[in-house]
C-alpha cells in the first residue's frame, strides 16, 4: 500500500455522511458510460475516435497483461506521455489493477524523473519514444538504478512486447477481475509545483478526487454533448479534474486532445470537431485572443472558456467574451486540493474581478494576517485551507509539513487572497518561492541549488520578473567565483537535464547578494532591482 496521511476519522465520518465520498474508484465512471452509451466517442486525437468501449476495453486489456506480468496492487508507476489518448488509457488500466502513477509532463526532463523514481521506485516504467531521453534505452537504464525490477513500456515502440500499443490491444481475458480498489487509499500521486529543492509529491484518493470531480462536473454544467478541448498538458491537476478530462468522462462527453494551445492548431480542432469547452491558461488565451482578433468564425460552437492557472489580469478577461463569442470561467485550483470556480450564473462583474468560490460548501478557507489571526472580508492575507479533497499531506515529506500545515490540518496554500462579503476569492500575490511562468511553476530552490552545483557560482538566487505575454519569467542572479557566461550556465543546466521552462530567461551577474538581517537572500531587493532596471530601458 501506498502511504499518506489520512484525514482525522472525525471528517473523514464527516465526508461520508455528508455523501462526499462515496466509495468508488475513479475508473467506475468510464464503465459506467462503456455500459450505457458504448458508442459514444470519449477521446478524440489525430483525427483518432475512441469511444467508450474502447477507453475501458483497452485499459482492462492492459491491466490484465501487467497483472499476468506480476505487478501487484500498491506498486507505483512512472508514467510519461504525451497528450495521447494512450494517456488516459493508462490511467484507467493503472486504476483497475491497484497500480498508483505519478503522471510527469512530457517537458520532464532527467533531473525530474530521476527525483520521482528515486522517491517511488517504480514497479513499472510508461513512457514515450518520442521523448528525447526514451529514443533509445539508456535512460530507462539509469532508472532501473533504483527501481531494479521497473518492468518498461514505450508507446512508439516497434518490439510487440515492450509495445504500449500491443499491450492495450486485443481482448480483455474471460478471468479478467479488477483489483477490489479500497476508495480510501492513494489512487495517484499529483505534482506539486513547489518551492522546495526536490519536487514534492501529492498522494490524492480516489474518495477525495471523485468527489471534487463529480461536483466540478455539475459547476461546470457538463453533460454527454460536452466537447471539452484539452490543449495544456493532460495530467495537470486543471486538466484532470477541474473538470477536466475525468469530469468529462464522468458526464459522458468527448476530450479532444491537442498538443498544445496554438491558436493556427486549435481553432481548426474547435470548427472541426465542434468543441464547446476549452481549458487556457492566461497566456494561451492572450494567443487566442489575437488570432480570434482577425478571425473567430471557427468558434461559433463555443459556449465556455476557462482560465486558471495563473494570475489574469482583468482588463483581458474584459475582452474575452465578446473577442471569442462564449462565457468566460475563472479557475483558481492547485494539485494539492482546493478548487475554486466563478459559477456559470455569476453577474458578469464576478465573473470578470474574482477568481471563484470553493466546490464544496465543507472547503474550510482561513485569510490569516501576519500575526497568524484570521482576517475580515475585504483585507489581503495568506489562503489557509481544509476540505474533502485537499489532502493533508506531501509523500514523506515530514519536515516540509510541519511548515505547510497547520495544527488543525489546514494547509497553507503560499497564495495571498482576498476574500469578497459573497465568498469569493481575489488572488493577490504570493509568498512561496515560486515563479509562476504562463501557469508553469518553477520553484526557486531547485534551480538554484542546480546553479551552485556549478564551480564558478559561488551564489544564485532566482526570481520573478514580470512578462506581458507570459505574466512572469525567471531572472536568475549569479555572484560568480571567476568569469562565467550566461550560456555556460545555461548549458550546465540543460546537462543536468531539467525542463526546458525551468532554463532561467535572464541572467544578470553581481557582486554580492542582498541578505535580510537574519541573512537570508534579499528577493524584494532583487525583485527591485529588475523593476529599476526595466524602468531604465522603458
Ligand atoms: C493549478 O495548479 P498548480 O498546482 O499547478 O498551481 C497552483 C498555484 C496556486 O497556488 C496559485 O499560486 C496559482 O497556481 N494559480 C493561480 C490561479 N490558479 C492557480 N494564481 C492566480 N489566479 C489563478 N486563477 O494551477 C490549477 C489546478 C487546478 C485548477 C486550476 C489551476
Request: charged share 25%.
Amino acid at each position: 500500500m501506498v502511504e499518506f496521511t489520512p484525514w482525522p476519522e472525525a471528517f473523514a465520518d464527516r465526508y461520508r455522511k455528508l455523501g462526499y465520498w462515496i466509495g468508488k474508484p475513479l475508473h467506475h465512471a468510464v464503465s459506467r458510460q462503456a455500459r450505457q452509451r458504448p458508442e459514444a466517442i470519449a477521446v478524440i486525437c489525430d483525427g483518432r475516435e475512441i469511444s467508450y468501449r474502447e477507453l475501458d476495453r483497452a485499459s482492462s486489456a492492459l491491466a490484465a497483461r501487467l497483472q499476468a506480468a506480476g505487478l501487484r496492487h500498491g506498486d507505483t508507476a512512472l508514467v510519461q506521455l504525451p497528450n495521447v489518448a494512450e494517456f488516459y488509457m493508462v490511467f484507467l488500466a493503472l486504476m483497475k489493477a491497484g497500480i498508483v502513477p505519478l503522471n510527469a509532463l512530457f517537458t520532464h526532463r532527467r533531473a525530474e524523473l530521476s527525483a520521482y523514481a528515486e522517491q517511488i521506485r517504480p514497479r513499472l516504467l510508461v513512457a514515450s519514444r518520442s521523448h528525447e531521453l526514451f529514443g533509445d534505452d539508456r535512460f530507462a537504464e539509469e532508472l532501473r538504478q533504483n527501481a531494479p525490477d521497473m518492468l518498461a513500456l514505450f508507446h512508439g515502440e516497434d518490439s510487440t512486447e515492450r509495445s504500449l500499443q500491443h499491450w492495450l490491444s486485443g481482448p480483455v481475458p474471460q478471468d479478467f477481475t479488477e483489483m477490489p480498489t479500497p476508495a480510501d487509499g492513494v489512487a495517484f500521486f499529483q505534482l506539486s509545483g513547489g518551492s522546495t529543492g526536490t519536487p514534492k509529491l501529492i498522494p490524492r484518493t480516489h474518495d477525495d478526487y471523485d468527489y471534487s470531480i463529480r461536483e466540478s462536473a455539475v459547476i461546470c454544467g457538463l453533460t454527454p454533448e460536452t466537447r471539452y478541448l484539452c490543449a495544456m498538458p493532460a495530467p495537470h491537476n486543471y486538466l484532470m479534474s477541474s473538470p477536466g478530462a475525468l469530469g468529462v468522462f464522468h458526464a459522458g462527453g468527448t476530450v479532444v486532445l491537442a498538443a498544445n494551445p496554438d491558436p493556427a492548431l486549435c481553432f481548426d480542432l474547435v470548427r472541426h470537431h465542434r468543441v464547446t469547452m476549452a481549458a487556457l491558461v492566461p497566456s494561451a488565451v492572450l494567443l487566442w485572443l489575437e488570432a480570434a482578433e482577425r478571425d473567430n468564425s471557427a468558434l461559433t460552437s463555443l459556449q465556455l472558456v476557462q482560465v486558471g492557472g495563473a494570475s489574469f489580469a482583468e482588463a483581458t478577461a474584459r475582452r474575452l467574451p465578446e473577442t471569442l463569442g462564449c462565457a468566460l470561467q475563472q479557475v483558481f485550483g492547485m494539485a494539492e486540493g482546493l478548487v475554486n470556480y466563478t459559477r456559470l450564473d455569476d453577474p458578469a462583474e464576478r465573473i470578470l474581478t474574482t477568481q471563484g468560490r470553493p466546490i464544496s460548501p465543507d472547503d474550510e478557507i482561513r485569510v490569516v494576517g501576519p500575526d497568524g489571526q484570521d482576517l475580515p472580508d475585504g483585507e489581503a492575507g495568506l489562503l489557509a485551507t481544509r476540505g474533502p479533497y485537499t489532502f493533508r499531506g506531501y509523500y514523506r515529506s515530514p519536515e516540509h509539513n510541519v511548515r505547510s500545515f497547520d495544527a488543525d490540518g489546514f494547509y497553507f496554500t503560499g497564495d495571498i487572497v482576498e476574500r469578497t462579503p459573497e465568498g469569493y476569492l481575489r488572488v493577490v500575490g504570493r509568498v512561496k518561492d515560486q515563479i509562476n511562468r504562463g501557469g508553469e511553476k518553477i520553484a526557486a530552490e531547485e534551480i538554484e541549488h542546480l546553479l551552485q552545483r556549478h564551480p564558478a557560482v559561488h551564489a544564485a538566487a532566482l526570481v520573478a520578473m514580470g512578462d506581458a505575454r507570459l505574466g512572469e519569467r525567471s531572472c536568475a542572479f549569479i555572484v560568480p567565483r571567476e568569469k562565467l557566461r550566461a550560456v555556460e550556465l545555461r548549458r550546465h543546466l540543460m546537462t543536468l537535464g531539467i525542463a526546458e521552462y525551468k532554463l532561467p530567461d535572464r541572467v544578470r551577474f553581481i557582486d554580492q547578494m542582498p541578505l535580510t538581517p537574519v541573512g537570508k537572500t534579499d528577493k524584494v531587493r532583487l525583485r527591485d532591482m529588475l523593476l529599476q532596471e526595466d524602468a531604465a530601458c522603458a
